[in-house]
């Protein structure tokens, strides 16, 4: 069974900084994509980053400069470096599978091409 399991939120000031985890586990991990998505109370949810299994990343335009995605195979473990925290970015986050082959030079960022979804972890930004 695939497992999911997010940490790392919590209340942080605008222009500071969080680092969120994902530990993965029953499935082959880095065959995978996987990625990190947000969503807010009555919003759709957001790709916010995602990564290959050869490292490929692709991010939000909202977060590229300010939001860092990786992973440790070794440790089954996606990571999710925030920067610059907004308050547009206060959501909860949770991390995702995605697909097994994936032929493009970049991992997608629809919803729609994930599944086995974490619980999620809180992150909230305030001024």
């Known amino acids: 069974q695939v497992r999911l399991v997010e940490s790392g939120g919590g209340s942080v000031q605008a222009g500071r900084s969080l680092s969120l985890s994902c530990a993965a586990a029953?499935?082959?991990?880095?065959?995978?994509?996987i990625g990190w998505f947000r969503q807010t109370p009555g919003k759709e949810r957001e790709g916010v980053a995602s990564?290959?299994?050869?490292?490929?990343?692709s991010y939000a335009d909202s977060v590229k400069g300010r939001f860092t995605i990786s992973k440790d195979n070794a440790k089954h473990t996606l990571y999710l470096q925030l920067n610059s925290l907004k308050l547009e970015d206060t959501a909860m986050y949770s991390c995702?599978?995605?697909?097994?082959?994936?032929?493009?030079?970049?991992?997608?960022?629809?919803?729609?091409?994930?599944?086995?979804w974490g619980q999620g972890t809180q992150v909230t930004v305030s001024s």
């Open positions: 995702a599978r995605g697909p097994l082959l994936w032929a493009r030079p970049s991992p997608p960022m629809d919803r729609y091409d994930y599944n086995s």
């Open positions: 029953g499935y082959t991990y880095s065959a995978y994509c």
């Open positions: 990564i290959d299994s050869f490292g490929s990343t």
